[in-house]
Structures are given as C-alpha cells and as structure tokens.
C-alpha cells in the first residue's frame, strides 16, 4: 500500500506574506476555501504579527474567526487551520477566534533572531512559555519552527549541532511536530541528510516536517533525499508563492504541485486533487498579476 | 576525493533551437566562448538540420568551422564540441566543418518519431548506418539520443523494454555514450531508477548520459536519484535555455547552473565557475529578451 504523505500548505501565510501585492482578506478566504476543496487537510491561514509589519496578514483575526466558525458549523471536515503566534499578545488573540491549533517560531541563528525578531534565541524561547501554557489551558496543539536551519543570511552556513539542540529545546517545550526550514534556499541534499540523520536522534521522525524554499533549484531534490531517510511531513505553498519582496532573487517555498506531482508519480498518496489545485494556481495568479513559478501548473498533466 | 561529473552542455543547440527568439550567429558564438571560459568541457554548439525547418540553427557550419580553426590554433584547450547530425547529408555537411564529434539522434515511440524527423524508428536507424561509416572513416565520435525515453506526449507512458532495446542497438551501431531523455520532462525518480537500472544490463554505466527536461519541477529531484546510481554525466543548458515557442508550459533542459550548485554543494566537482556561469546567463537572457528559469543565476552564492 503506497504510503501517505502529510502536505503542510503554507500559500496564504508563508506565501502571501512574503508577496509584495497585498491581496485582500476575501480573496484569502477563496483561496483557503480552494486549497482545502483540492484535498489540503493542513493550511496555515494567518499569522497574529504586528499589522504594522507585516500589513499583508492584517485582519487575520476576523479571517479565522469566520473560517472557525464555518468549520463548527460542519464545513472542512478533518481539515487542520493553524496560525503563527509571535508571543503571548498574539497568543491571546489567536485563542478569540477559537482556532484549534497555532505555531511559534525560532531561529537558529541569533542574527537571523534578532533581524526577524528583534530578539535573542534565548528570548523567543522565553516568549514562548506563556504562550505553550495558554495552549494547553485551550487545548491548543502548537507546532514548532525552526529558521535559518541550513544557511542564515547573515552568518552562512549554520551549524547541525545548534539545530539538534534547538529541536531537543522545541520538543521539551511540547510541541508536536517541528517543522526545519531552509529559509534562504541554499541547501543541498547532503546537508539534509545530516540534518534530518541528527534531528533523528532527537524526535520521532514523524515529528519532523521539512520546510523548504526553491531560491536555488534545489529544493524538489532535497524533498526526494527527505523522502528517502523517511520523512513523512512536507511544507510547501501553491504555486511556490513566497519569496521576498525586496530581494529580487529571492523564492518562495517549494510549489505544492511540484511536490504532489513527484510523490503521486513515486506512489505516494497525498489526498491532493492536482488538477484542482492547477485550476487555484491560475486563479490565485491572475489576482497576484503574476504567473508563480510551480512548474506542473504550467505544463498539466502528461498524456499517460 | 570527490567524484567527477560530467556536464554536457544543451543551450547552444537544443536550448536555442527550441527558443522563439532566433539570435544571431556571432551572439551563439559569443555564448559558446562563455561556457568554455566557465569551465564546460562539453558543449553541443549546432546541427546539420533543415535552415527552413529549424532557423535557429541556420548558419551552423560557418559558426563550427571557424570554432574548429580556433581550436586547432590552440583554443579551447581539452574542450568536446559537438554538433547533431539527421543523416549521411548532414554528416557531409558536419565533415567539412573539421568537427570531431557528431550525435545521432532516435526516439522511443514510433508517433514522435514520425513526427519529429519524419521516419520509422527502423528508418531512423536505416540511416544511420551510412553516419555511421562516415565517422569511422573520417575518426569522428559519435554520441547517441534517445528522446522520449520515459513518456510521449502523442502514445503516452513509454514501456521501459522498448528502451532497453534501442540503447543495445545504439551500443551496437558504436554510439561510445547514449543520452537517455524526458523529452516532456513528466518522468519521476521512481520511473528514472526503473530505466537506469534497465540501461545498466545494457550499457556501461559510464556510457549513460541522463538528459532530464524540467517541464513539471522533477528534474533536478531526477538527477539525484540518477547520482545515486550511478550516473556520471548529465545534459543540461545554461539558464534552462529553451522550451518549446509552440507549447507555452513547455520547459528546457534542467539548467546548468541548478544542477552544478547542487553537485558542488554534494561534493561532487564539475570544473564549472558558477560565478563565471551566473554573469553568462545574465548576458545571455538581455539578448534573449527574457529572464531565464534558472534559479541560481537569479539567486547566487549563498553567504558561507
């Protein structure tokens, strides 16, 4: 029986924050409305960041809260919504709009830390304690991400052994999962595998999500080389939406369709409608004004 | 020590003739002395085919004459040049030119053979026998194709067997390296291993050259799975060159630069500048009026 493989769909959180067009909150909720229609089960759909700095997550509240609402009302069925909480206030926030699940995020580096979140690594992990006991008094599963975990923009090549430690720091702090990000898209699968090989030693791997961007053409192999060493959980966005826009080069996360298209030729099983999610690529690129780089939206299916 | 990979360089032929935008002969020449400077050893520079039915190689003896005057002045020292010939005429025509090297070139299913060169897969080999003798008598290398290795985009889904049976013919005919492609870039690592393990109780390893199209984000992932059997050659193009003007999902060779940083990042040498590379593509895409897909070129060096 082909295995199954769990696909985290960062689109409308990672991928559009990271855009410079600002869509708006009801083009989000289409969007979020159409991943899940095409089989998406997992989907992080806002973050409680300042709206100051990142404007493109403004009204993620009021998104959530509808989306919680629509799903206690009997929609999605078994579809996980999940949002990025920076801190306590966000925290608060986030439980409002009676979301079931959030995420918190560190860097492992501390440049890196204190550029992305004016903050020492040490720090974030103080800012996350207030924020895990809330989950727990809400019965709020919290999942974990880990920055910076290959290269970091400032300090290069980051050391394995800061990441093991971190990850053993993340699952004491009871997250369930942990997803390890190759933020710049640098790495390359050998780095991977020792990546994942140490990780190993410190999680189960069904604990371990790999969350990778595509800014240097690497990313599917290093999905592939994951694969092999038994990683079950993938991050990726629809169409490969992200990147960064005041670095030109910069891309985005690895396009979920390029990922499917791979796994399903492989065997795999993701529960993902292919044909659907091409038709929300095309779509979510008119309202973007761009064509997005997954490549399988562009080409379809091959005559089989 | 680390291996050594070979990089066959496409854009000169397959990448440009498969580009909208004809570019002229001495912007072809220009791109070729680039690639040489950075570090490519193999390059297919042009192709004795139709001028009427492929314009973008019109003016290909002209170009490797003079290339092949260079080099026996002392240029490009140690570099293989390389040019495709269709038949006995187009082998006349290569002959003159004093190039050294020729390919050949067949297809796995019989609809995209008719389509594309007009013929059989039995006819295509009927001609190349006269190529064939040529190249013995006047000391030529001749390199073999076999395009639509993994799917057509007219029969669909190619049997392996097939395959297997027409790299023994190849051997046969004295082909000393046979490049085995997804002409529509739709084939997955598991369908690449299938074919390569296939190969091997046929040809030499080292004799397999694996020549992957990156029409829906697989190949970079198929390269991979290829090294990890084995393969020690590899087709790309500079950039991701080429395409197809008719088919607008259409993608080119896995590019150069993608394939190359992830080699270096495994440990694997190439003898290829990435640097020099970079500068190449940026150059090359001004003349082609278009950004290349490349990522790399658009990316660069992560901070070490």
Known sequence: M??????????????????AKIIDN??????????????????EI???????????????AELITHIMEEQRSGKYNGVRFRALVPNERGMLEAIKTRIKEVAIFA?????????NINCSIDESFERFAPVMKLAKKNKIKVRGYLSTCFYCPYEGKTDPSVVFK????????????LSIGDTIGAATPNEVSTVIKGLKKVLPTKAIAMHFHDTRGTAIANVLESLKLGIVTFDSSLGGLGGCPYAPGAQGNVSTEDVVYMLHGMGYKTGVDLGKLQMTNHWIGL?????????FSKAGFPKI
């Open 2 to 19: 082909p295995k199954m493989i769990k696909i985290v769909e960062m689109g409308p959180r990672d991928g559009l924050q990271n855009e």
């Open 26 to 43: 009801h083009v989000r909720y289409e969007l979020i409305r159409q991943l899940v229609d095409g089989g998406i089960k997992n989907v």
């Open 46 to 60: 806002g973050s409680f960041v300042s709206p100051e700095k990142i404007p493109q997550m403004a009204q993620s």
């Open 107 to 115: 860097s492992s580096t501390e440049t890196f830390s204190q550029k």
């Open 166 to 177: 971190l990850a053993a720091r993340m699952k004491k702090l009871g997250v369930y999962e």
């Open 287 to 295: 309202k973007m004004e761009k064509q997005l780089p997954a490549k």
